[in-house]
């Protein structure tokens, strides 16, 4: 981990192009002296103010409020292939600046500056058919207010007679339901507009071709109100009338587990000086086991195989008859049993559809031949990483997460809606993201940076748990703009807060990465200082729960909010909880009164 961390910080975004000579300054009402004219604020949350100010007589001032960020935006015509500049001053703590739209590589730059004003500036390349960007200010949820003066848009004034007029607002918005975490929206497309921006109350807008619109990331059994506005070279629309729909219920697959979860895994097909465990042997204090590991026959077979632990390599292992009878058990008594495919061995790459398809037939025998309830994806080393050219998490088209996702979808159809699915990935693949993703848009970059999201933000819905590995990493940013070293509850906080809270990908506010449920996380830690490097006592490990599900003990560090129903813990694992006197899971069991 180390070495990739290291890897991606050798790739440190590679500069982009220089920006050419500019020659005029393209933002209406920068410098807010004429109030918000121009400027179209989510939620309400922008006013301008006469103090404090940076130069003129006014600013702007954005608060934001529940899950609004405050932005405050404007469409700006501009000249295609060209160069511009994008400055403004802004004061408060998380101050985010860009443009979205360009035609090439949106951009962004933030800081957080409270008592003190600072310059924000960042350049883009306008694409070669691009008439229009949008240029926004925000702040971060749960934030205070932030303050943005003097914003400029320098570059080659478009000029010229015949500008096309702003479009009409579009008519015949519907919004219906499609799953437990997402809302399809159609509307009558508009003459002479060349996007459309999808409001929803209390989120950042988000840029879309043309209808459909499909917006993901939402809580279950939840209603949802949206508007559209039509956009092209002359500015943005009004937003035409709302329309609402309620997510449907469940989501995240695998019902069953208590409110906090303990889980772990059993090395059942080898040893490695922890000593074997039967199945029959394992604690009722564990929630979820996941049998460690299904592995490929080779790298790119997509052919995932299990067997026991040998007998010359385990002595003490039980037949296949007992195996299946200790599981049946185990699930009688109202516990999870997976199969963990990969770990730190098991490359698995599913370059091709035929990978794909022979990891969903043989991964279906394991959990038929075992009665198992579900699948977990450990999936490390060279498993996942992003072709160059696939920047969008959103959207992605690398083939190895593309027949992953679509495997994983194929195997929860098959099983229904019990089919438990939870995924093991290690920091680098997950928050990492947060400061770099895939090769960059210049390339350079480790290429798996970042690579697990696309996965679990496609997988979001049927997705039961996500436990990251807070162990065997570098340091990590977090949403404070500091970077956190594990072996502490500081780690486990501030790599939580992010997967619970949402975090811009690669610095970019127009692509965050939505926030997933608490009841859908847990914390990944080592069992003892023999199972992995970043081992945490377990006195940090319980001020890491009091601050994310009290808001107590949390030192230095400010989480974006307290999630009571944070579902529990993982271990690596349940061999070495024994071979260190069970003292994770007795840990675990007082804390959450087991």
Known sequence: MLTAVALAAAGFLAAGPPAAAADADLVRNGGFEAGLDGWSCSAGSGAVVTTPVHSGSSAL??????????????????????????????????????????????????????????????????????????????GWYGQPAHLTDDLTLVGPDPGGPGQPQPPAAPTGLTASATSAGSVSLNWSAVPGATSYTVHRDGAAPFSVTSAPAVVTGLAASTTYTFRVSAVNAAGESPKSAPASATTTGGGGGGGGLPAHALVGYLHASFANGSGYVRMADVPASWDVVNLAFGEPTSVTSGDIRFRLCPVAECPNVESEAEFKAAIKAKQAAGKKVLISIGGQNGQVQLATTAARDTFVSSVGRIIDEYGLDGLDIDFEGHSLSLA???????????????????????????????????????????????????????????????????????????????????????????????????????????????????????????????????????????????????????????????????????????????????????????????????????????????
């Open 61 to 138: 001032r954005a608060t934001p409020a529940g899950q609004d960020n405050a932005r405050c935006s404007q469409s700006v015509t501009v000249k295609p292939d060209s160069s511009y500049t994008l400055a403004a001053w802004v004061q408060g703590a998380y101050v985010y600046l860009g443009a979205s739209g360009t035609g090439t590589t949106d951009v962004s730059a933030w800081t957080q500056t409270p008592g003190a004003w600072k310059q924000l500036t960042t350049t883009f390349r306008t694409g070669t058919s691009t008439t229009s960007v949008t240029v926004y200010t925000h």
């Open 388 to 594: 160059t050219g696939d920047t969008d998490f959103r959207a992605p088209t690398t083939p190895v997460i593309v027949n992953l996702i679509s495997a994983v979808r194929t195997l929860k159809a098959r099983y229904g809606p019990d089919f438990v699915l939870t995924m093991a990935p290690e920091t680098f693949f997950v928050q990492l993201g947060h400061q770099y993703y895939g090769s960059g848009p210049w390339g350079g970059q480790d290429p798996r940076a970042g690579a697990y999201l696309p996965v679990i933000h496609a997988l979001r819905d049927d997705l039961t748990l996500l436990h990251v590995q807070d162990y065997n990493s570098g340091p990590i940013m977090g949403l404070d703009n500091q970077y956190h070293s594990m072996g502490g509850a500081d780690f486990h906080i501030a790599m939580t807060d992010m997967l619970l809270t949402g975090f811009p990908v690669a610095g970019n506010t127009a692509r965050v990465f939505p926030a997933l449920r608490p009841d859908q996380v847990a914390i990944g830690l080592p069992a003892t200082t023999n199972a992995g490097n970043g081992h945490t006592p377990p006195a940090e490990v319980n001020k890491a729960l009091d601050c994310l599900t009290k808001k107590q003990n949390c030192g230095g560090y400010q989480t974006h909010g307290t999630w009571p129903a944070l579902r529990g813990l993982m271990t690596w694992s349940i061999n070495w909880d024994r071979f260190g006197g069970w003292e994770f899971s007795r840990n675990f069991e007082g804390y959450f009164g087991g």
